[in-house]
């Protein structure tokens, strides 16, 4: 890094507030090692208070509350508040579990920008969600709470094998919710979901339809509600543009406190991130050999530095890079052009056959998993 | 499309302000952020629903002493109606 690269502040601040939740989604994004992280170990009121103001100062301007469940720590409104009061404009992501009347009032006082409602938890939630009956009912409330809060009403609904066949039935419902965003993001294959891959990742078939169907639905709705819909990056051939950049736009804090450039990097070898409780944001962002790492394209492997095409996507992901070919400065090999790039061909080729995906139970996400598998 | 008849207003859910470490107007919605140039901003600020077009025209061709801007102005709005920046009251 020379002082003429130097990066641009951190635009996106995402607070990970908790681990804890109430569900188990079986592609959590949280670490799989999550339940190392115990409530006495997060970071209290006053350290996220110093975080927000010391991101702030730098110029972050977008903040997202997430977890786990921000909703499980009841400091939420304290920290939206000083979030409003400092000028961010704030998201709380949430499965909406715990939005009581009173909470939704208390963070709409606290100058609450925005809420993204997901739904979770695979399996239940969805059959539950499809057949109308008691997450159906919670959403629904949340959903009206969202709407007399004055708030736009996006949601989200992670897709994946297992409920993509039902799209046009998640539209509908989303649209008698009221929503005014819908975001179908396939599953990414990290964390929970990358344990699940062969139970998460749909066929071709699957995909094409549900894509169609998805613009019948835009060609039938027009401007009522906004449908984003996301492929899975296996089907792709050349990787995303990470966090649009390594340590460019996004810093992470997660529960304890580690600054990430992303919410999974964690899990790379041979790096260590600081801590906000020991150094503060400007020098982590800055100065952190876990911040500079892979920034600029020294680091890139020959397939990537050579490449006309590696300002596009700067050599793709360093999670999936690592996760896919042992090597976190590897070409993605979601990339045609990746040494590797066979492990993503088989991964999709597995998804083809009839009875895909059915080998192996889903492993849901919770406490004892975690510990079981990450002891 | 748009007729004189329109008072442009910022949208509800979007929120326009300065930020100093990007030295620039920032236009803020959920999950995301466009930084407007000096125009842009000019424009936007004076979206708050009070003036229709001609009226927005002639106060920005005042403030700045210049002339000819409608076009400009008419294509930057046709552009923010369409991304959902602006409403018409
Ligand atoms: S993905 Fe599901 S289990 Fe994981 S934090 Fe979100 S709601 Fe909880
Ligand atoms: S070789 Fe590297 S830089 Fe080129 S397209 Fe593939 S991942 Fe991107």
Known sequence: MTATDRPGPPLWLLAELTYRCPLHCAFCYNPVDFARTRAEDELDTEGWLRVLNEARALGSVQCGFSGGEPLVRDDLEILVAEAHRLGYYTNLLTSGVGLTEDRAEALKAAGLDHIQLSFQDTTKELNDFLSHTRTFDLKQQVAGRIKRNGWPMVMNCVIHRLNIDH??????????LGAEYLELANSQYYAWAKLNRDQLLPSREQLERA???TNEYRAKLGDKIRIFFVVPDYYENRPKKCMNGWGNVFLTVTPDGTALPCHTAKMLP??????????????IWYDSEGFNRYRGDGWMSDTCKACPEKEKDLGGCRCQAFMLAGDPAATDPVCDKSPQHQVVLDAVARAQLPGAGTAAPLLFRDPKASRRLAP | MNTDADHPRLSAHFRMQWEEAQQAWVLLYPEGMVKLNASAAEILKRCDGSRDVPALVAELERTFEAT?????VRAFLDMARQQRWVADT
Do not use: H, K, T, W
């Open chain 1, 167 to 176: 799209i046009g039935q998640i539209i509908d419902m989303a649209v008698e």
């Open chain 1, 211 to 213: 894509e169609r169907i």
């Open chain 1, 270 to 283: 041979g790096l260590s991130f600081p801590n906000v409780r020991e150094m503060g944001v400007g020098e």
């Open chain 2, 68 to 72: 000819g801007l409608e076009a400009e």
